[in-house]
């Protein structure tokens, strides 16, 4: 099993940044992607970004440019640092990680609220 607990969501007025945290933890064998997903009220989930254990990364047409993710294999932590934040970003971000063993198994935080208002 993996455990995965997520920090840094908050309050921020618009144009503001945050960094989100993520730290696996447990039996943490070969974890190949991590990333963060975003749910809104009313709105369909989206994957925000994620990055390989290579470090190649992905992002949203609506972050890219604005967001920045990276990984800690040594603290098996991923990060998201983000910028410019708009009132639309708004939204419990959840953390995954897909663990190979036989098949691909993917492993969730508890999620961490964002809200950004002025």
């Known amino acids: 099993q993996v455990q995965l607990v997520e920090s840094g969501g908050g309050l921020v007025q618009p144009g503001g940044s945050l960094r989100l945290s993520c730290a696996a933890s447990?039996?943490?064998?070969?974890?190949?992607?991590m990333g963060w997903y975003r749910q809104a009220p009313g709105k369909q989930r989206e994957l925000v970004a994620r990055?390989?254990?290579?470090?190649?990364?992905n992002y949203a047409d609506s972050v890219k440019g604005r967001f920045t993710i990276s990984r800690d294999n040594v603290k098996n932590t991923v990060y998201l640092q983000m910028n410019s934040l708009k009132p639309e970003d708004t939204a419990a971000y959840v953390c995954y990680a897909d663990q190979q063993r036989g098949g691909v198994y993917r492993y969730w935080g508890q999620g961490t609220q964002v809200t950004v208002s002025s």
């Open positions: 990055i390989t254990s290579g470090g190649s990364t």
């Open positions: 447990g039996t943490i064998f070969s974890i190949n992607t």
